[in-house]
């Protein structure tokens, strides 16, 4: 084990084109601030501290320089503002960098291949806490874990810039105890395999669904009409909140993703919007507000290349 740890090294993700992705080893989603990445140092300072009970003293060798090594680094990177746009720079070059690039990203975890489908804010900071929850939790995890890290965030970079060249394989995801994501296709043309799936009780398991499916929608509306009562006022926070709310029960519903791009876009988060806008085009090609405002946001994009109409780092909040 001590071997490992002398090579030591985040090679997946973020980490695969730059030396370092100190989020990925805080267990942080590159959207934290200041106070969540402080919790997560005390978190996992706690987990590694070499008086834990029942730790060798090899293992408690090895924690101590996982902490010092890997951990102190980067919570200090990123607690000090300078650094941290500093960093935030190189990753904001990586993913344009890429993003002119002809390959395919093509991350392995399952739980990046999900995101792809769906990088909101929302699932991708729940994706990293589920991870983050593990990571430290045993000395022979945080490599693998901090790779998987690392990939949510090189997804959810790339997402927030536009990017659409990801490798989507045409297999089914199972279900992750870790994650507590649910089944779905990792293509729409996987639709054959999901119907060629054997029924059971067919008729009694269709009216259940049918009736969870019904409830789920009424919610889903519910959410969207108090999102809509905060857009007319202009409390673009409030709104996304509950338009998140309502991605979580049903995010198949173009009105919703089409919302989503217009407070992302008023936001001035036109990486989000136009990921928005993509796809509730994707699920309805006449969605009205979508095919009202995706061009407005491409044009918006377009003059934010010239360092001298916008902030460099406005992508990160």
């Given at each position: 084990?001590?071997?490992?740890?002398?090579?030591?090294?985040?090679?997946?993700?973020?980490?695969?084109?730059?030396?370092?992705?100190?989020?990925?080893?805080?267990?942080?989603?590159?959207?934290?601030?200041?106070?969540?990445?402080?919790?997560?140092?005390?978190?996992?300072?706690?987990?590694?501290?070499?008086?834990?009970?029942?730790?060798?003293?090899?293992?408690?060798?090895?924690?101590?320089?996982?902490?010092?090594?890997?951990?102190?680094?980067?919570?200090?990177?990123?607690?000090?503002?300078?650094?941290?746009?500093?960093?935030?720079?190189?990753?904001?070059?990586?993913?344009?960098?890429?993003?002119?690039?002809?390959?395919?990203?093509?991350?392995?975890?399952?739980?990046?291949?999900?995101?792809?489908?769906?990088?909101?804010?929302?699932?991708?900071?729940?994706?990293?806490?589920?991870?983050?929850?593990?990571?430290?939790?045993?000395?022979?995890?945080?490599?693998?874990?901090?790779?998987?890290?690392?990939?949510?965030?090189?997804?959810?970079?790339?997402?927030?810039?536009?990017?659409?060249?990801?490798?989507?394989?045409?297999?089914?995801?199972?279900?992750?105890?870790?994650?507590?994501?649910?089944?779905?296709?990792?293509?729409?043309?996987?639709?054959?395999?999901?119907?060629?799936?054997?029924s059971v009780a067919k008729g009694s398991a269709q009216g259940a669904t049918?009736?969870?499916?019904?409830?789920?929608?009424?919610?889903?509306?519910?959410y969207i009409r108090l999102a809509e009562g905060y857009i007319v006022k202009?409390?673009?926070?409030?709104?996304?909140?509950?338009?998140?709310?309502?991605?979580?029960?049903?995010?198949?519903?173009?009105?919703?993703?089409?919302?989503?791009?217009?407070?992302?876009?008023?936001?001035?988060?036109?990486?989000?919007?136009?990921?928005?806008?993509?796809?509730?085009?994707?699920?309805?090609?006449?969605?009205?507000?979508?095919?009202?405002?995706?061009?407005?946001?491409?044009?918006?994009?377009?003059?934010?290349?010239?360092?001298?109409?916008?902030?460099?780092?406005?992508?990160?909040?």
């Amino acid at each position: 084990m001590v071997s490992q740890l002398q090579v030591f090294k985040i090679d997946r993700g973020i980490a695969q084109f730059n030396s370092s992705d100190y989020y990925a080893v805080l267990g942080a989603p590159v959207t934290a601030d200041a106070g969540q990445i402080r919790k997560r140092y005390l978190s996992i300072a706690k987990n590694l501290h070499p008086d834990i009970p029942g730790l060798s003293p090899e293992e408690k060798s090895i924690a101590t320089k996982y902490f010092s090594k890997l951990v102190s680094p980067a919570y200090k990177v990123l607690t000090q503002e300078r650094e941290r746009i500093e960093y935030s720079n190189i990753l904001k070059l990586l993913a344009k960098r890429l993003m002119k690039r002809p390959q395919k990203i093509s991350p392995q975890s399952e739980i990046a291949k999900r995101l792809i489908y769906s990088p909101s804010d929302l699932e991708y900071e729940k994706a990293v806490e589920s991870i983050a929850n593990l990571q430290y939790s045993s000395l022979n995890g945080i490599l693998e874990y901090s790779n998987q890290l690392s990939e949510l965030n090189l997804v959810y970079v790339l997402a927030r810039e536009g990017y659409q060249n990801f490798t989507r394989e045409t297999t089914t995801v199972p279900v992750s105890a870790s994650t507590g994501f649910r089944d779905r296709p990792q293509d729409r043309s996987d639709e054959t395999v999901i119907q060629s799936r054997p029924s059971v009780a067919k008729g009694s398991a269709q009216g259940a669904t049918q009736s969870s499916s019904q409830a789920s929608k009424a919610a889903s509306q519910a959410y969207i009409r108090l999102a809509e009562g905060y857009i007319v006022k202009q409390q673009w926070a409030f709104a996304l909140k509950e338009l998140r709310s309502a991605l979580q029960i049903n995010n198949a519903d173009s009105k919703l993703h089409a919302l989503l791009g217009y407070v992302y876009m008023h936001q001035q988060q036109t990486g989000m919007a136009k990921v928005s806008f993509q796809q509730a085009l994707k699920l309805n090609p006449q969605e009205p507000l979508a095919l009202q405002y995706i061009n407005k946001v491409n044009v918006d994009r377009a003059q934010k290349k010239d360092p001298k109409k916008g902030g460099f780092f406005g992508w990160l909040g």
